[in-house]
């Protein structure tokens, strides 16, 4: 089993600036990918950035140019950088694992961005 911990949310004005980070921890080397999804109120989770098979990151297109996923392996962490916010960028925000040979997908508690106008 994973355990997820995701910190770094908060409120910050349009145009501005946050980080996300994903502590990993259990059983991390059965891990084969993790990523990021954004839930707004009223709205279905959706993808943000997702790691594929080959290691890179594949992003939403409402994200892309903007946000930056990263994974630092001897930190068992992933963040999630999010540049040139947008009031529409506010959702509770999820890290996900991609865990062992049963593709079993464990999640984080949520963080909360708002974007103010």
């Known amino acids: 089993q994973v355990q997820l911990a995701e910190s770094g949310g908060g409120l910050v004005q349009a145009g501005g600036a946050l980080r996300l980070s994903c502590v990993a921890s259990?059983?991390?080397?059965?891990?084969?990918?993790m990523g990021w999804y954004r839930q707004a109120p009223g709205m279905e989770r959706e993808l943000v950035a997702a790691?594929?098979?080959?290691?890179?990151?594949k992003y939403a297109d409402s994200v892309k140019g903007r946000f930056t996923s990263s994974r630092d392996n001897a930190k068992n962490t992933v963040y999630l950088q999010m540049n040139r916010l947008k009031p529409e960028d506010t959702a509770v925000y999820y890290c996900?694992?991609?865990?062992?040979?049963?593709?079993?997908?464990?999640w984080g508690q949520g963080t909360q961005v708002t974007v103010s106008s």
């Open positions: 259990g059983s991390i080397s059965s891990i084969n990918a």
């Open positions: 790691e594929t098979s080959r290691g890179t990151m």
């Open positions: 996900y694992a991609d865990w062992g040979r049963s593709r079993v997908t464990y």
